[in-house]
């Protein structure tokens, strides 16, 4: 039995894709880079991933995997802590559990 490849983005045998949180989270990562004056090939390098999957990221396109959050995180030099609540931002949630 031959193995799967592994390809970038939506993670093997997931069916669904939610656009809202991968926008936003897109949205955190570009407005840090340009924020940095970073051009996005310099900081996929940083990152260790292609320009391409870089640019689908920050379009809201793929949803990256815990362990590439992390490696964007600190390509930023930020947390990803941090990296996440901007994305709670841009989902105009800040991060509230109130309902």
Known sequence: MQKPTIQPGRPSGTSTYESEPALAFGQAVRAARVAQGVAQ??????AGISRSHMGKIERGEHVPTLPLILKIAMALGISAAELMSATERNLGTGGSTDS
């Open 41 to 46: 090939d310099e900081f996929a390098a940083r």
